[in-house]
C-alpha cells in the first residue's frame, strides 16, 4: 500500500519514480550492520554525523515489518 501511494504521489505531480531494490541475503545485512555499528563506537559521537547504533532486537523487528516488494513493483533489482 505505501509504496503504491508514494508512486502515485510522483506520478500524479509528473516526478519520474523509480524503486531500486537491493536483495541482500540476510547473513550479509547482519554482517554489515555489524561492521556500521563497530564503525559508529569507534567513532564515537564526535564523527559530525547523525547516526544511530541499531541493536539486534530492533534489526529483527525492523525485519518483521518489512515486506519484500513483488516482481512488478521493482523497477532495479541489485542481488549482493
Same mark, same amino acid.
Not at 57 to 62: F, I, V
Not at 74 to 78: F, P, R, T
Given at each position: =500500500?505505501?509504496?503504491?501511494? &508514494?508512486?502515485q504521489?510522483?506520478?500524479?505531480r509528473?516526478?519520474?519514480? /523509480? ?8 547473513d ?8 556500521r555499528? =563497530?564503525?559508529?563506537?569507534e &567513532?564515537?559521537s564526535g564523527?559530525?554525523?547523525k547516526?544511530?547504533?541499531i /541493536?539486534e ?6 525485519d518483521?515489518?518489512?515486506e519484500?516488494p513483488s516482481?512488478?513493483e ?5 542481488k549482493?
Open positions: =500500500k505505501e509504496r503504491d501511494a &508514494a508512486r504521489y510522483f506520478r500524479s509528473g516526478i519520474p519514480m /523509480e524503486l531500486h531494490y537491493f536483495a541482500v541475503p540476510e550479509i545485512r547482519r554482517m554489515r550492520l555489524e561492521q555499528n =563497530k564503525a559508529l563506537e &567513532a564515537g564523527n559530525g554525523k547516526a544511530y547504533y /541493536e532486537n530492533l534489526r529483527q523487528k525492523l518483521r515489518k518489512f519484500e516482481a512488478d521493482i523497477d532495479v533489482c541489485i549482493g
